[in-house]
C-alpha cells in the first residue's frame, strides 16, 4: 500500500514537473475526439438534410399518401376505422397525421342555365382539422346543425364567387333537384406549400379552369352536416396521411417505403370485397431515388472522415511516444523504487483516463458546435441542408468509442517501458534508427494493401457496391482505400527522412558555419525524433491536398448534373401542326437575340 501511494506522489509530482506537456496532450485528445465525433455528426446530419430537403422539394401530392373511393355517408364510419388505422401504421415510421376529406359532385347555383351553370361549378366539401393548416381571416369557424348550412370559403374561392361574410348562396346538382342554402360564415387563408391541400389549386386559389368548364369554391361544411345533405350519398372520400419531416429520419427510410408499398394489399384483404379503392403517392419513388444519393453522400463523408481519424490517431500515438521518450529516467526511478510492470501500466492507464475521459467530454459539444457553424455559414447556409444538430446516442457511442481508443493508444507505450534500469539507460544512449513499423514491414504491407484496394476502388469506380442479396452499400474496404493509401505513403516516407538527413550532413559538413552540420547530423543520428514529426506533417499535407481535390471534383460533379437536367435555360414545344417547317424551325430559334445555341429533341409519345 506505501509503494503504490509513493509511486502515486512519484507521478502526481511529475505531471506537475511536466505540465505544459500533459496541458499539449490534453488539448490534442480534445482535437482529435472531437474531429472524429464532428466528422460522424457531419455525415449523418448531411445525409439527413438532404433526405427531407429532397423530400420538401417534391410536389406536395407527391409527398402525401391519399387513400380515395366513393361512398355514402352510411359507409364512412366503418371505412375511416380501418383506413386510419391501416394509413396510420404505413406511415408509423415517421409519424404523421392523417386527414379526412370529402367532396360532393359538383354543384351550380340554383337559376343559372345550363350554359352559365359551366362556369360556376362548385361543390361541398369537409376537411378534418382545416382550422390546423389554415388562417381565419374574417368570420368563424362554422356550426353544426344550423338551417341554412354554415360554411367558410377560402379567400380566394370568395373572391371567385362575389360572395363574402354573412352572404347566402342557393347550390343544387341539376334545375329539378333539391336545393341546398348555405350561408358564408368565415374566410380563410390557406397555408402555402402546406403538404395538407395537395397542392390542389381548387383549394388554395378557389379557381380550377378546365376545357369547357370552370369550378369555384368549394364551400367547407362540417362533416356531419355534409353526410345530412341531399349530396351525402354521392360523395368522394379521401384520407390524407402526411409524414412527419421532422420524424424522417435516414434509418427509416426503408421502413417507410415498405409501409407505403404495403398499404394497398393491407388496405385489400381489410375492407369489403368488391370496394374500389386508390393509393395515390410519389413517396416511395422518391425514397427510391434519395436513398442512392444518401449512400453517395455518406460514402464521401466516411472516406474523409477515416482519413481524419487516421491522422488523428497518429497525432495521438506522436504525443504518447514523446511522452514516453521524455518520461525514460523518471521511469527508471520508478523502477529503482520498486515499480513493477504491471504498476506503470495501470500507472499510465490512470493518467490517460485523466485526460482522455474529460476531451470525452467536451468533444461531442465542440462538435455539435461545429456541425451548426458550417451549417449556418459557407455554401450549405442558404440550402438548408443542414437541419438543427443535438447531441444524440449515436454521437456518444463515436464519442466514447474514439476515447477509448485514446486510452489504449496513450497505455500501449508503456509496455515497452517495463525493462530494468539499465535497459533503460541503454536505450537513452543508443537510440533507435528505425520505427517499429519498419522492422516488421508493416509499411511495405500497407503499400501492397493501398495498391490492391486503389485498383478495387479504380475498378468499381466507387465504394458502393451490390452484396449477394443484390442491395447496394457502401463496402468498406473500397471506402477504406484512400486512407490505407495515405497511411501508407506516410509511412513510407519515413524511410526517406533519414536517408535524406544523411545527404544533407555530408553537404552541411562542407559548408561553413556550425548550426547546419549540426542539425543534419542530429537527424541522421536520431532519426525517430523528427521522423515522427515529419510523418504528422506528410499526413497532414496529403489529407488537405486530398480534401482540396474531393471539393472541386465534387463542385464539377454538381454543375454537370445540374447541366444533365436542365439542358438548356429554356424549352420550346412546338406544335405538331406549326405552320413552320420543321427545317427552319432551328435557325428561326437561333436568330432570336439573345439565344446562342439550340438543340432539336424529339420526344417519343
Not at 142 to 147: K, M, S
Not at 227 to 252: K, Y
Not at 360 to 366: E, Q, S, T
Not at 453 to 464: F, T
Amino acid at each position: 500500500m506505501l509503494r503504490t501511494i509513493g509511486l502515486w506522489r512519484a507521478v502526481v509530482n511529475r505531471s506537475r514537473a511536466d505540465r505544459s506537456v500533459v496541458t499539449a496532450a490534453f488539448v490534442l485528445l480534445v482535437c482529435a475526439i472531437t474531429l472524429v465525433a464532428t466528422g460522424a455528426l457531419y455525415g449523418d446530419t448531411v445525409a439527413l438534410g438532404g433526405l427531407r430537403r429532397a423530400v420538401l422539394d417534391a410536389p406536395a401530392a407527391d409527398r402525401a399518401v391519399v387513400v380515395r373511393t366513393s361512398a355514402g355517408v352510411d359507409d364512412i364510419p366503418a371505412l375511416d376505422a380501418i383506413v386510419r388505422d391501416r394509413l396510420t401504421e404505413a406511415i408509423s415510421a415517421t409519424g404523421g397525421d392523417v386527414a379526412l376529406v370529402a367532396r360532393s359532385a359538383s354543384l351550380a347555383p340554383v337559376g343559372l342555365d345550363s350554359t352559365a351553370a359551366r362556369d360556376r361549378l362548385t361543390a361541398l366539401a369537409s376537411f378534418e382539422g382545416l382550422d390546423r393548416h389554415a388562417t381565419l381571416t374574417a368570420g368563424r369557424w362554422p356550426v353544426i346543425g344550423r338551417d341554412p348550412l354554415e360554411a367558410t370559403l377560402s379567400e380566394g374561392a370568395a373572391a371567385a364567387l362575389g360572395l363574402k361574410v354573412g352572404d347566402r348562396a342557393e347550390l343544387s346538382r341539376s334545375s329539378s333537384g333539391p336545393q341546398i342554402g348555405v350561408e358564408v360564415v368565415g374566410l380563410w387563408r390557406p397555408a402555402v406549400g402546406d403538404t395538407y391541400f395537395l397542392g390542389d389549386r381548387l383549394d388554395l386559389s378557389g379557381v380550377r379552369t378546365e376545357p369547357q368548364l370552370t369550378t369555384r369554391g368549394p364551400f367547407v361544411v362540417a362533416l356531419a352536416d355534409l353526410e345530412d345533405s341531399p349530396v351525402g350519398q354521392d360523395l368522394t372520400v379521401e384520407w390524407r396521411g402526411i409524414p412527419s419531416i421532422d420524424g424522417l429520419l435516414v434509418d427509416r427510410v426503408d421502413a417507410l417505403h415498405d409501409g407505403i408499398d404495403g398499404l394497398k394489399p393491407r388496405l385489400r384483404a381489410a375492407l369489403p370485397r368488391g370496394r374500389d379503392i386508390a393509393v395515390l403517392t410519389g413517396l416511395p419513388t422518391i425514397l427510391a431515388d434519395v436513398s442512392r444519393s444518401i449512400l453517395v453522400s455518406r460514402s464521401g463523408v466516411t472516406l474523409l472522415t477515416i482519413q481524419f481519424a487516421v491522422l488523428a490517431g497518429y497525432a495521438v500515438l506522436l504525443v504518447a511516444g514523446l511522452l514516453v521518450e521524455r518520461r525514460r529516467s523518471e521511469t527508471a526511478l520508478l523502477r529503482s523504487r520498486g515499480a513493477t510492470s504491471v504498476h506503470l501500466v495501470s500507472l499510465a492507464f490512470g493518467e490517460a483516463l485523466l485526460l482522455a475521459v474529460p476531451a470525452a467530454i467536451l468533444a461531442p459539444f465542440l462538435a455539435v458546435a461545429a456541425v451548426r457553424l458550417i451549417g449556418s455559414i459557407g455554401p450549405l447556409a442558404d440550402t438548408g441542408v443542414i437541419p438543427t444538430v443535438g447531441i444524440d446516442g449515436r454521437l456518444l457511442a463515436v464519442t466514447a468509442l474514439a476515447g477509448s481508443a485514446c486510452v489504449i493508444v496513450l497505455t500501449l507505450p508503456a509496455l515497452t517501458m517495463g525493462g530494468l534500469p539499465l535497459g533503460i539507460r541503454a536505450s537513452l544512449g543508443r537510440p533507435v534508427g528505425r520505427t517499429m513499423a519498419q522492422r516488421l514491414g508493416i509499411d511495405l504491407v500497407l503499400v501492397v494493401l493501398a495498391a490492391v484496394a486503389l485498383w478495387q476502388l479504380r475498378l468499381y469506380g466507387a465504394p458502393l457496391t451490390h452484396d449477394a442479396h443484390g442491395i447496394l452499400g457502401i463496402d468498406p474496404l473500397l471506402v477504406a482505400a484512400p486512407a490505407i493509401g495515405l497511411l501508407a505513403g506516410a509511412v513510407l516516407c519515413t524511410r526517406l527522412v533519414p536517408r535524406l538527413a544523411e545527404i544533407g550532413e555530408r553537404v552541411m559538413g562542407r559548408r561553413r558555419g556550425i548550426v547546419p552540420p549540426l542539425g543534419s547530423r542530429q537527424v541522421a543520428r536520431r532519426p525517430l525524433r523528427y521522423t515522427r514529426s515529419a510523418l504528422l506533417l506528410v499526413l497532414a499535407a496529403a489529407l488537405g491536398t486530398f480534401a482540396a481535390a474531393s471539393a472541386a471534383t465534387f463542385a464539377r460533379s454538381q454543375v454537370d448534373q445540374a447541366a444533365y437536367q436542365a439542358a438548356g435555360d429554356a424549352r420550346v414545344a412546338m406544335s405538331d401542326y406549326a405552320d413552320l417547317p420543321d427545317w427552319a424551325v432551328g435557325p428561326a430559334d437561333r436568330s432570336v437575340p439573345g439565344v446562342t445555341a439550340a438543340t432539336p429533341v424529339n420526344l417519343a409519345s
